[in-house]
């Protein structure tokens, strides 16, 4: 099984949108902080199922939230890049690799 970190961007990332879903809801932001933690568990599970997005990366979107992650597999280890807000314009977390 691999290891998984959060680059320190993307941690802060789901945490400021964690905290916004919970000053608007309570039940919301827990269900986006399991919406997120069944993401990642299908990332460790199987890390190159899922769809290339860019060079060396890959994403996963959050179910029923206009989220994705990104990440990136090195050798045994996976790091989550971004968890990025479709909004967002694309490519914004590039630097962090």
Known sequence: M???KFH?????????SLIWYA????????EFQNAVETAVRRIIAAPESFPSFDVGTRFV???????????EQIEAAIQVVAVAHSSRRPGYWRYRR
């Open 8 to 16: 320190e961007d993307a941690t802060a990332e789901y945490l400021a």
């Open 23 to 30: 000053e608007r809801n309570n039940a919301t932001a827990i």
């Open 61 to 71: 979107i959050v179910d029923r939230f206009p989220f994705s992650i990104i990440y």
């Open 2 to 4: 691999a290891s998984l």
